[in-house]
């Protein structure tokens, strides 16, 4: 069984909805991050820690890519086609289910 509130977990599918939503969350982190980055470093510690905050968003961005992969019934390997997000970002999923679980439009 999948569970598509887990946003650490690669398994499962998710709605474009949920991968719009997640991607531009992450992205305004990120740039929040690099910001303070740019201005505010004073020590290597303050740095190792502002990756160390990266890695989890990351991660999260990373996972729900590869649902959204799984989505359309293809691996989460897929991703890193170039310009293969565009693709994610508008094609409707598989009705029904597929070999990575249930659809999540409940159809």
Known sequence: MTNPKNPFSFKGRVRRTTYWITNI????????????????????????????????VGWVSYAVTAKRCHDLGHSGWWQFIPFYSLWLAFKNGQSGDNEYGPNPKGE
Request: aromatic share 6%; hydrophobic share 50%; with cysteine.
């Open 25 to 56: 969350i992450c992205s305004g982190i990120i740039s929040v991050l690099e910001k303070v980055e740019e201005n505010e470093i004073s020590s290597d510690g303050e740095l190792v820690f502002l990756i160390f905050l990266l890695i989890p």
